[in-house]
């Protein structure tokens, strides 16, 4: 009873210093700003048709080879190694992502939406100065995220107990466990989105393990070893009327926790007005489906081909897996 106490005190803890976190980030950001208008996306939200992720804004006309990744871009995947060969694309616009899973079946049933390109703060500002308890800012998408690679929170691991205390930090979201067993361990992939503080909104994807027979709900953050390469976007609708947009994207690459944040302030419930795309590469194609396993009973539904605005649904091919969540809720 006595340790139960103690982890809801530091759940209590850690989920007001995250708001707090967040609000000095922000406050700090603009402060040292000038004034720079936002290039707005012109369309609403839509299915992506092209491989090549290109932003809504408009650049001089340029033809331009697309470079092969160099070695600190190279892709962990579920397929064997082999060299990524460039292709010779004439393109009018900035390339926003150009990494990407090697499965080549798997990009035939799913896209990334592309967010609207902001233009960076027109000021000195250090944004790694800006970092407070792990919490950057990202003056390219607009968007604050959690350094994941080194930040506090991979000492508290988690467990339900966070969740029930997070109002207390003034964090309202909506959460999907799934679990399942897999390489001798116990892993907890779960979802988030919603109400962070009365300052923001965002979306967060955790990777979690512990040993298996262990009791409780508490798991540990992903060691190095267990962190899986992911991609994740944040829909919004702003207006409640429909239109739901893609605030921002997190690129693809290695994560235990992938997050991202706005200024915003939405109350009420259910928060079906955000949508979490995400896309994640698992250890091997028999990991992926123990995965969509638990998605199945969760409610999640299994499609061919991914369409963004189809929720609750996903879409596997070997050790990828892609998934629209908006309405299912856990406790």
């Known amino acids: ?48 048709t092209a491989d090549v992720f290109l932003p809504v804004t408009e650049l001089p006309s340029v033809s331009q080879t697309l470079p092969v990744p160099s070695e600190s871009e190279t892709l962990l995947s579920s397929e064997p190694s082999t060299a990524q060969t460039s292709e010779n694309v004439s393109v009018s616009e900035k390339v926003t992502q150009i990494v990407q899973t ?76 799934v679990k399942f067993e ?35 709900t508490h798991y540990n953050c992903a060691k190095e070893e267990d962190w899986l390469n992911m991609e994740m976007a944040f829909i919004w609708d702003r207006s409640h009327n429909g239109n739901y947009q893609t605030i921002f994207t997190r690129d693809y690459t290695q994560y235990w926790w992938c997050t991202g944040f706005v200024p915003g302030l939405e109350t009420g419930s259910p928060r079906d007005q955000f949508r979490l795309i995400t896309h994640i590469t698992f250890e091997s194609p028999e990991m992926a489906e123990l995965f969509c396993s638990e998605f199945e009973k969760h409610g999640f539904r299994r499609v061919a081909k991914l369409n963004n605005s189809e929720i609750d649904t996903f879409v596997q091919v070997g050790a990828d897996v892609a998934f629209v969540w908006q309405n299912i809720v856990h406790n």
């Open 102 to 177: 090697t499965n080549k079946a798997f990009r035939e049933v799913f896209k990334m939406p592309s967010a609207p390109k902001y233009v960076p703060p027109d000021a000195d500002i250090d944004f790694e100065t800006a970092k407070v308890l792990s919490y950057k800012y990202d003056p390219d998408g607009g968007y604050f995220y959690t350094d994941d690679k080194n930040c506090w929170q991979q000492n508290f691991g988690f467990n339900e107990g966070y969740d029930s205390m997070a109002p207390l930090g003034m964090m309202n979201y909506d959460t999907v466990r």
């Open 1 to 48: 009873m006595k340790s139960n106490k103690i982890v809801a005190a530091v759940a209590a803890f850690a989920v007001i210093f995250t708001a707090v976190a967040c609000v000095l980030v922000y406050k700090y950001v603009k402060e040292n700003q000038s004034p720079v208008p936002e290039v707005q996306s012109t369309t609403a939200y839509q299915e992506e």
């Open 182 to 216: 897999y390489d001798n361990k116990e892993w907890l992939i779960q979802m988030w989105k919603g109400q962070y503080g009365y300052a923001f909104v965002g979306g967060e994807v955790g990777v979690y393990t512990r040993k298996i027979g262990a009791s409780g």
